[in-house]
């Protein structure tokens, strides 16, 4: 980084092991500071609220008794939404990136990345706000740069964009939808051919990211 800031950041997992790692690693770092260190999600929120001051950015567990990762980034970016969160976990599927990302995430990565890459999240996530990986770009593309695309787009295909940010399969998004089962294809398959993309977690990071799908911090 090219500043003399100090990152703060908070490290939450149930693993000992793993915190003690994550500790271990980043004290590497003159740039970084770990000032909170928790067990699970309850554990994190404790002690940021009881912080003298707040972290910047938090690396976060998915899988945590108590209170998981899911539940803890949704309450921190309530609370204190300029936190960045970064999402640790083995859970590496589009649907664990399409929950995470909207719900205020500025990262998600494998637990066994590399010291470099995680450094490099975090300093990204600090100074812009969002950290992709090239596993996620996968999903994103260069369609999130182009937000006029928006305006070709019909009323149905923007009403599936915002279903498919839910925890909803095809079949069930139909149903809300009160379609058949190959109009939702349809609709997919059109997107794709728009937003040149591929796959259903680029289509709702796209809705996320456009403001088509607002984040949990936007709602507020």
């Known amino acids: 980084m090219n500043t003399n800031k100090i990152i703060s950041i908070a490290i939450a997992d149930d693993s000992p092991y793993v915190r003690k790692g994550l500790v271990f690693t980043m004290n590497t770092y003159n740039d970084i500071a770990v000032d909170i260190v928790a067990e699970d999600g309850i554990d994190l929120l404790e002690k940021i609220e009881s912080a003298p001051k707040l972290p910047d950015v938090c690396l976060l567990d998915i899988s945590m008794p108590r209170m998981d990762g899911y539940e803890a980034l949704k309450r921190i970016k309530e609370t204190w939404p300029h ?6 976990s083995i ?31 975090i300093t990204q996530s600090y100074e812009t706000g969002l950290y992709h990986t090239e596993v996620t770009n996968q999903f994103i593309n ?79």
């Not at 649907?95 to 205020?104: K, M, N, P, V, Y």
């Not at 079949?171 to 997919?188: C, F, G, L, P, W």
């Open 83 to 88: 936190i960045k969160v970064i999402m640790l």
């Open 91 to 121: 859970h590496y599927n589009e649907f664990a990136i399409i929950r995470t990302f909207r719900d205020g995430a500025s990262g998600f990565l494998p637990k066994e990345a590399a010291p470099s890459e995680l450094y490099t999240a």
């Open 142 to 220: 260069l369609a999130l740069q182009n937000k006029s695309i928006i305006t070709d787009l019909t009323d149905k295909e923007i009403e599936f964009l915002r279903l498919a940010c839910l925890d909803l399969n095809y079949k069930q998004i139909a149903e809300r939808m009160n379609v058949k089962a190959r109009t939702i294809d349809s609709y997919r398959d059109s997107l794709f051919a728009k937003l040149k993309v591929n796959s259903r977690a680029a289509l709702a990071v796209f809705a996320i990211k456009t403001g088509i799908v607002p984040t949990i911090s936007e709602k507020k």
